[in-house]
């Protein structure tokens, strides 16, 4: 297999600690991609319909306040 996409074991525990609002996973639980800060609702529409277009599932958390 030429250049294999490296798997992400990060937890969403961790994902979610490190300031991300969202991340994708294919169906194997693997970590596939991840979203900083959605903009509006659109951004979030937009992301869960690219996604699981693809097969993947979607966390999205709520954003964090800001200090």
């Given at each position: 297999?030429?250049?294999?996409?490296?798997?992400?074991?990060?937890?969403?525990?961790e994902?979610?600690?490190?300031?991300?609002?969202?991340?994708?996973?294919?169906?194997?639980?693997?970590?596939?991609?991840?979203?900083?800060?959605?903009?509006?609702?659109?951004?979030?529409?937009?992301?869960?319909?690219?996604?699981?277009?693809?097969?993947?599932t979607v966390?999205?958390?709520?954003p964090?306040?800001k200090?």
């Amino acid at each position: 297999m030429k250049d294999p996409m490296p798997i992400n074991l990060m937890t969403s525990e961790e994902v979610r600690a490190t300031g991300w609002q969202a991340e994708s996973r294919d169906a194997d639980g693997h970590l596939i991609g991840l979203y900083s800060q959605f903009d509006d609702d659109e951004g979030i529409v937009w992301f869960v319909r690219e996604t699981t277009s693809r097969g993947e599932t979607v966390t999205i958390w709520p954003p964090k306040a800001k200090p």
